[in-house]
């Protein structure tokens, strides 16, 4: 068969107003562009889970256009975030109208099978581990079964894992590429609709293996930049360790996203300074640490909320940029986070920052707690689940404040002038540790 793997690959914003502060502010849209490159890690793991005898095409979409003539296959295969999982229902449809048979996967689809379903042959729940080659097998002779369940542990055992395909980006124009070397996070985030949703506890990839793929994965790449496709990547410190070590020898440049706990160990970060780390992202959250309530169910940030400032600097004094994260619209915040935020990025000598507003995406538990409240301005709105848009009643101010507080914050943070601010900063603090 020929089996067409095809990404929904497209960053958005619905909302105009933040829609066009994004086109204007250089800082912003440059991010969006590196991001936007980023390939599907997910659907290069489902080609190489292909039995050998069936060929693989990969493609991207970013804009959907209905009209265009459909790539003929025997099967075709979608991913997409919940973001642009209606484009990928109308692209499903298509091929189905045209008798293509249609599987769907991924995060959205695991968190809403009975949806998904309706504009599929089949859909993969969790991890396409454990039920893709069923899967091709079945589609081969012309017995797809309506749903298939993947692993959600052992996704890394060597009876199930495999490299993803990274040959098939061989001739993109990129030098991003991920990895990952993990999959779910323990501190189980209330509104987390990462890969914490496909697994059922933290499944870790030994250093060797991690390191094999980071080579198959960097080796055909000019001036390789590596992104980790991990949501917490350094939970156990021991690992991380042997990681970052192991990893310092291949002169790769990369970047991860992690919990401030990474600043508790000192030896930890020296490797990391070592190892070709360029920056840590990290999720905050609040810069008041009191108003996280439900969001943080093990009280892990609140806790150490009042050592924010501690751990950007000993992270960035050695030479490693923080990415700090902020969600706004809060229970609790009032208007006056938006000061809160751009006071502590201020103070704290953050050299990036990455403001969102809290997203009820479908199948989490905040959407479920919002809903019940009767708090969700519209019940279905995936195509706002973007980060950016607004999509539910904050508790201590309306929806106008929080979209205008927005709008402000961004104003105030990505504007040339401050970015050159907090790289000086930035370039003091790195001087001050070397002397
Ligand atoms: C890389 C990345 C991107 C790339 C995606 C490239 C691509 N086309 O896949 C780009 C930059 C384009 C992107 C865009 C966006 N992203 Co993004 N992105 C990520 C990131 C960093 C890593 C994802 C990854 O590679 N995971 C590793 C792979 C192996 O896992 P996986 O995709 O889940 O795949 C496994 C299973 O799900 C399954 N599977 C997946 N697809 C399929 C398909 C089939 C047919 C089968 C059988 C199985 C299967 O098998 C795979 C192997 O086990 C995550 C954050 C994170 N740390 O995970 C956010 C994340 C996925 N993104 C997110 C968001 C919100 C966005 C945007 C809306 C941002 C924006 N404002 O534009 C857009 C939406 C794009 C869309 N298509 O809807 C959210 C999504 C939440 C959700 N449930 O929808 C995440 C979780 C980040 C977050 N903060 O919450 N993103």
């Given at each position: 068969m020929k089996i067409g793997l095809i990404a929904m690959s497209g960053v958005r914003v619905r909302t105009p107003e933040l829609a066009e502060l994004g086109i204007t502010l250089p800082q912003f849209l440059n991010r969006g562009q590196v991001i936007a490159s980023l390939p599907s890690l997910g659907l290069l793991t489902v080609a190489a889970l292909t039995p050998e005898e069936h060929e693989v095409q990969y493609r991207e979409i970013a804009e959907l256009d209905g009209d265009a003539p459909l790539e003929a296959f025997d099967l075709v295969a979608i991913s997409s975030f919940a973001a642009q999982i209606d484009e990928a229902y109308a692209l499903a449809d298509r091929y189905r109208a045209a008798g293509t048979p249609v599987v769907l996967g991924g995060l959205h689809v695991t968190l809403m099978p009975d949806e998904a379903a309706e504009h599929a042959d089949a859909v993969?729940?969790?991890?396409?581990?454990?039920?893709?080659?069923?899967?091709?097998?079945?589609?081969?002779?012309?017995?797809?079964?309506?749903?298939?369940?993947?692993?959600?542990?052992?996704?890394?055992?060597?009876?199930?894992?495999?490299?993803?395909?990274?040959?098939?980006l061989a001739d993109r124009p990129y030098n991003r590429v991920t990895v990952q070397t993990s999959r779910g996070c323990p501190l189980n985030c209330e509104f987390c609709a990462a890969s914490l949703r496909i697994t059922d506890s933290l499944q870790q990839k030994p250093v060797e293996l991690a390191i094999e793929e980071i080579k198959a994965a960097t080796s055909q790449i000019d001036r390789p930049f590596l992104e980790l496709a991990d949501d917490n990547t350094f939970v156990n410190?021991?690992?991380?360790?042997?990681?970052?070590?192991?990893?310092?020898?291949?002169?790769?440049?990369?970047?991860?996203?992690t919990d401030v706990s990474v600043a508790d160990d000192d030896e930890l970060l020296d490797?990391?300074?070592?190892?070709?780390?360029?920056?840590?992202?990290?999720?905050?959250?609040?810069?008041?640490?009191?108003?996280?309530?439900?969001?943080?169910?093990?009280?892990?940030?609140?806790?150490?909320?009042?050592?924010?400032?501690?751990?950007?600097?000993?992270?960035?004094?050695?030479?490693?940029?923080?990415?700090?994260?902020?969600?706004?619209g809060l229970d609790g915040q009032t208007p006056d986070v938006f000061e809160h935020v751009r006071d502590f990025v201020d103070r704290s000598g953050l050299i990036e920052v990455q403001v969102t507003v809290q997203t009820p995406f479908p199948g989490t538990p905040l959407y479920a707690r919002l809903a019940a409240a009767g708090r969700l301005l519209q019940e279905r709105f995936w195509d706002r689940c973007t980060l950016f848009d607004v999509n539910f009643v904050p508790s201590d101010m309306t929806v106008e404040q929080l979209?205008?507080?927005?709008?402000?914050?961004?104003?105030?943070?990505?504007?040339?002038?401050?970015?050159?601010?907090?790289?000086?900063?930035?370039?003091?603090?790195?001087?001050?540790?070397?002397?």
């Open positions: 993969v729940l969790n991890g396409a581990e454990g039920a893709w080659p069923r899967v091709v097998e079945d589609a081969r002779a012309g017995s797809l079964a309506p749903r298939y369940e993947g692993l959600r542990r052992g996704v890394f055992e060597p009876e199930h894992y495999v490299r993803p395909r990274f040959d098939l410190k021991r690992w991380a360790r042997d990681f970052v070590r192991a990893l310092a020898p291949l002169g790769v440049s990369w970047f991860t996203e490797a990391l300074a070592d190892s070709g780390c360029r920056q840590l992202l990290i999720g905050f959250e609040s810069p008041d640490g009191n108003d996280l309530g439900a969001i943080d169910p093990h009280g892990f940030k609140a806790g150490r909320s009042s050592r924010y400032l501690e751990a950007i600097d000993k992270i960035q004094s050695r030479g490693i940029t923080v990415n700090g994260c902020f969600i706004l979209e205008s507080g927005m709008r402000w914050l961004f104003t105030e943070l990505y504007n040339e002038h401050e970015f050159v601010k907090r790289k000086r900063r930035y370039m003091e603090i790195v001087k001050q540790r070397m002397a």
